[in-house]
């Protein structure tokens, strides 16, 4: 049974940072590439980041500069660095990975 499940969300001011945790199990993680998206109320769900299985990464123009993803195969984990954080980057951000998302954790920048 695949399993994606964040951590590390939480409430933080404007110019803070914080960093996301993603455990998956069930899928040979180091094969697969893993992704970060967000979705903020009201709004569509969208891409915030990438990461191969050989460690290129790609992110979204408003995070460029402020977020890094990162994997460690020996522990299975993507993780996402959100520095210089913005109030507009409160949302739900949810892990993917081989087709199958995390339940998402909440993350609320204050102004």
């Known amino acids: 049974q695949v399993q994606l499940v964040e951590s590390g969300g939480g409430l933080v001011q404007a110019g803070g940072s914080l960093r996301l945790s993603c455990a998956a199990s069930g899928i040979i993680f180091s094969i697969n590439a893993m992704g970060w998206y967000r979705q903020a109320p009201g709004k569509q769900r969208e891409l915030v980041a990438t990461i191969t299985s050989g460690g290129v990464t790609n992110y979204v123009d408003s995070v460029k500069g402020r977020f890094i993803i990162s994997r460690d195969n020996a522990k299975n984990t993507v993780y996402l660095q959100m520095n210089s954080l913005r109030p507009e980057d409160t949302a739900v951000y949810y892990c993917?990975?081989?087709?199958?998302w995390g339940k998402g954790t909440l993350v609320t920048v204050s102004s």
């Open positions: 993917y990975g081989h087709n199958y």
